[in-house]
């Protein structure tokens, strides 16, 4: 099933001819509009005149998540607050916040092209999808909202959380569809398990997953704990949230929504093209966005683009499902986590020292992170009740700060591991 | 249809275009919107071969016509009807139109000819009423009426319209769109320059937005009838629901 086929399906040279346009009307917008990118086409003396073909977008700026920290909140929109009807912010954490914002237009073209990712997981006017994304800030619950409404999907609002309140609703409301991150799809299968309830005897057919990296083998666990077709979609909030790209039916990658998006795929060292068909970081400039256009955008999500065509008959390139990130940020249950941020709230606290180690496990399909830290001597050998104290301090000012529980386990001085140049701060043990 | 990519043109040492992309698909109404002065006139009559681009490509029916003349235009099947309808003021309504239909009796005879103006009666009775009146006495819509008609003499592919709300009552600018809107019904594709942006917006199934000869958004006419910018220097309203 196909939203939007004669879009979707469109021939390669009319998918260049309306990039081309779409990129240079957007650069011209941006270079007007948004101070910050005049300065930078500027430094770099680009004109967007120059632009002639869709290569010459390497000669363009690319835009890093600093940037618009640096322009927090409202610096890198393209139109004025009062033409903005939406705002959305990374799901990142309270301190350090990018702010997307959204015109009339931009949330219809958003819906649209969520449209065409659930459509393409199987999900028609007839389901009923439940959606179990976070809503508020967060881009992933009403993005999926949003598209699931324009095709006339019933669709029950349920956000994140509260896994036995999420299986009664399945059960009683006879979902079909099922919108999370897909670890948790394995956490509701494993709880409907304790339950005592078959999940064979639901009404679930579709699972439609992002949020976070998976891997294959766990796609073959979920279809035979839930009995469901799972697919992945993949989105980041700076861009626009989810519906940037997303699985069909044939699970062999994911669409890229190419007449919105300009996908590159980059060494992150280099920074030059990595040859066809190689891993790289994903890079995207969007070409439609009003409120907040993105001008080669560093996802610093690794992924590569898959060769030969899809038997849908989708006509856009697919992207192998993302594999990792070129930085090294944490995504713990669908939160994104910098080291830096729990070295930065360890320091606040009086009496540790700057050694720390974050052990990152799954368990149960649910992930789990401990924090081991360094205290001195004398804390460590008699004062119990400070030592408690401490935990606790540490403990309230993670989970306040970056939105997630986090175990904080105090270790004597010099006994984690020191290593030559760069610490090894974070042991994912999980595998994916 | 046409597909025009970096395309750079204006007169002397003045740049009006700066390097315009745009495209027409066969069966479309496109309409290119902007102020006076945007440069709308100056692209059509680079695409009609009556100004010669400085640099970009241009293609017609796949055929590169970066360097076509006017005849030769007119000839492949892309016409425009001029602003200000500049028809033959001392000819009747009738030479008016066996002019334009000259290329088709050269291809295809008189018959052919014939039936051609028969549909321009039919599209437009008020020509047949006046088809031997002088083509000056006509009114205002009337005239615009015949540059359409003669245009479509030629059996054409493309139809290039300038501006033809300019200087008609309200009234009659709503007949002239009904019939452009008809074209397309027809099977033909329509190449719209506009002032009257809702006017040309609320017909056609795509727009570009010219200003200072730079294209600053194109999109669906749906999209651009609710982009703000839009709203605010060319449909001349603040952001209303």
Known sequence: MLWEPDKECIKEDD???????RLQSTLYRVGTHVPFYRKKFAELRVNHDDIH?????????????QDLRDNYPYGLFAVP???????????????????VGYTKNDIRTWSNLVARIITAAGVGKNDVIQIAFGYGLFTGGFGLHYGAELIGTSVIPISAGNTKRQIQIMQDFKSTALVSTPSYSLVLADTMMDMGINPSGLSLRYGLFGGEPWSEAMRQEIHQKLGILATDNYGLSEVMGPGIS??????????????????????????????EGEVGELVITTLTKEAFPMIR????????????TCPCGRSFKRMERVMGRSDDMLIIKGVNIFPLQIEKALFEVEGTKPHYQIIVEREHHADRVTVLVEVTESLFSDQMKKQREIVDQIKRRLSSQLGVNIEVKLVEEKTLERSEGKAKRVIDKRSF | MLTIR????????????KNISLHVRSGE??????????????????????????????????????RTPAEVMAALGCVLVPEGRQVFASMSVEDNLLLGGSILRKRNGTAALRSQMEQQYARFPVLQARRSQLAGTLSGGEQQMLAMARALMAKPRLVMMDEPSTGLAPLIVREIFTIIAQLRAEGNTVLLIEQNARAALDIADRGYVLETGKIIVQGKAAELLANNDVQRAYLGREQIG
């Open chain 2, 29 to 66: 109404i496109v309409a290119i919107i902007g102020a006076n002065g945007a440069g709308k006139t100056t692209l059509v009559h680079v695409v009609a071969g009556l100004l010669k681009p400085w640099r970009g490509d241009l293609f017609f029916q796949e055929e590169d016509i970066t």
């Open chain 1, 297 to 308: 955008y560093r996802s610093r999500d690794l992924s590569r683009i898959l060769p030969g």
């Open chain 1, 81 to 99: 607050l009062r033409d903005v009807v939406r705002v959305h912010a990374s799901s990142g954490t309270t301190g350090q916040a990018t702010v």
């Open chain 2, 6 to 17: 970096n395309l750079e043109s204006g007169y002397g040492q003045l740049r009006v275009l």
């Open chain 1, 53 to 65: 073909s869709l290569d010459d977008l390497r000669r363009l700026p690319f835009t890093v998540k």
């Open chain 1, 15 to 21: 998918l260049k001819q309306l990039q081309l346009e």
């Open chain 1, 246 to 275: 997303g699985e069909c039916q044939e699970c062999n990658g994911l669409h890229i929504n190419e007449d919105h998006f300009l996908v590159e795929v980059l060494d992150p060292v280099t920074l030059e093209p990595v040859p």
